[in-house]
């Protein structure tokens, strides 16, 4: 499409600076063409330079300086309830939970290879989500509960695992709109209050992560992978940009000759 449209538009630039030349002659009329290409050439440019920034990904060293500290702790607290399991954990498959919390130990602890880059922000989450989801289905399996709905992350801290319900949300100076929430979250808009959000340093000031804008792409592009995202600007950039993780597309390590890490149990 944009190929077309410049093909027409050069078509067109050309028709005209010839007419210009015929009924103004060579002299005038070439002038005016010079001029004129000119100005096209460096309207063309900027509209280029806007776009290519619109579209520039996140800063990798910004994304890693914000997202590792949250990342390593949601990591420390899905490690640890995956060794407290008992007999909960024979719902699920322990390998595959056991796995996807190894991949993320090795983005995020891997001291030869320490994660640098936005999509080692993304792979490190999406695991987290993919362990997040299983130690939800063992917990609710584990008390005789229905298995969780494998749908969105809570909204309001990705870290609390999948929905139970959907919510309308309100924030101050912001569009109403239908976000997913744990049961924990969901109570809280209920009683009419308003959770807190996960918080992200960003260029030293602590912010609601859906605030935080490109630095906040690759972390919620890791929890929603193909999943719409309820903050519209922050889904806007997601597309815009095209960054998505798709687990079907991430081979797990080839962990289960080795030793198991420690929260294995």
């Not at 776009?51 to 640890?80: H, I, M």
């Not at 929603?224 to 998505?244: A, C, G, N, S, V």
Request: glycine content about 10%; proline content about 7%.
């Amino acid at each position: 499409m944009v190929v077309q449209t410049t093909a027409a538009a050069a078509v067109v630039l050309a028709v005209g600076a010839f007419l210009i030349v015929f009924w103004l002659g060579p002299g005038i009329g070439a002038a005016l063409v010079t001029a004129g290409a000119v100005v096209v050439a460096v309207v063309v440019a900027a509209v280029g330079f806007v776009l290519f920034k619109l579209r520039e990904g996140p800063k990798d060293a910004e994304v890693v300086a914000a997202y590792l500290p949250v990342l390593t702790a949601e990591w420390s607290q899905a490690a640890e309830e995956a060794k407290r399991l008992s007999g909960a954990g024979d719902v699920v498959d322990r390998d595959v939970l056991t796995g996807h919390l190894w991949a993320a130990e090795q983005v995020l602890f891997n001291q030869e290879a320490p994660v640098r880059t936005a999509d080692g922000i993304t792979r490190a989450s999406g695991h987290i989500a993919e362990a997040r989801y299983l130690l939800a289905v063992a917990e609710a399996l584990g008390r005789g509960g229905p298995r969780p709905h494998r749908g969105a992350p809570c909204f309001f801290d990705p870290a609390h695992g999948p929905l139970t319900d959907k919510v309308r949300f309100n924030p101050e100076g912001g569009a109403d709109r239908t976000v997913s929430a744990c049961g924990s979250c969901r109570a809280l808009v209920e009683a009419g209050k308003v959770p807190p959000s996960k918080q992200v340093v960003v260029g030293g000031i602590p912010t609601d992560y859906w605030r935080a804008g490109r630095v906040s792409v690759p972390y919620v592009d890791g929890y929603w992978q193909q999943r719409r995202f309820p903050d519209h600007e922050l889904h806007r950039l997601r597309r815009d940009l095209k960054l998505t993780w798709d687990p079907a597309e991430t081979e797990l390590p080839a962990h289960l000759d080795r030793e198991p890490p420690w929260y294995a149990g």
